[in-house]
């Protein structure tokens, strides 16, 4: 009819194990969170996931354990489970993972630098190549332009000379 006090605190750690483990399964999602950036909605959609699974576990556990019976110990020796993985080894892990990511993205930011390398010495060459040309060409333009400036000019004096030629006699003095 009753469980045992022997049985009661076999299933209450057996729980508290049960949390210990659904504590690392939610260990997983927050790893996934910090590899990969995620926004809300993707957030949301794994915390769903993760309350389905610790529903779906815990409902077959108390059908196992305690013939389907649900008790608040039990739940609550689920939670102080969780929770002393989520402080304990929880943080060392999380905080292995991160160091781990910031390396393994230092290490990729050195190795995009090296191979960019050769490419940014080709195009500061060709940038000062192509510089280089751009001053050349302005300072001929502006050459060209000066005398431009200057032929006009020797052609607007001979274009206004009003010089006649001495064989030729005016049209005006026939009279």
């Known amino acids: 009819m009753g469980i045992s006090l022997s049985g009661q605190s076999g299933l209450l750690l057996t729980a508290c194990l049960l949390g210990f483990v659904l504590g690392a399964v939610y260990d997983i999602f927050r790893i996934a969170r910090v590899v990969v950036r995620s926004g809300c909605l993707i957030v949301i959609v794994q915390d769903i996931l ?33 929770a002393l ?51 050349k060409a302005d300072s001929l333009f502006k050459k060209e332009s000066k005398l431009l400036k200057i032929r006009l000019q020797v052609q607007r004096k001979m274009m206004y000379n009003l010089i006649r030629p001495a064989n030729k006699p005016d049209i005006d003095s026939k009279k």
Not at 58 to 72: D, E, S
Not at 111 to 116: E, I, K, R
């Open 85 to 135: 993985y989520y402080y304990t080894i929880g943080v060392f892990v999380l905080r292995k993972v991160k160091d781990s990511e910031r390396a393994v993205k230092r290490r990729a930011r050195s190795a995009v630098a090296a191979a960019m390398s050769p490419l940014s010495k080709i195009r500061r060459t060709v940038g000062h190549q192509i510089a280089r040309g751009g001053r």
């Open 50 to 82: 993760f309350w389905l699974l610790c529903a779906t576990v815990t409902f077959v556990f108390l059908l196992i354990q305690n013939n389907g019976r649900v008790r608040v110990l039990v739940i609550v020796s689920e939670g102080i489970g969780a």
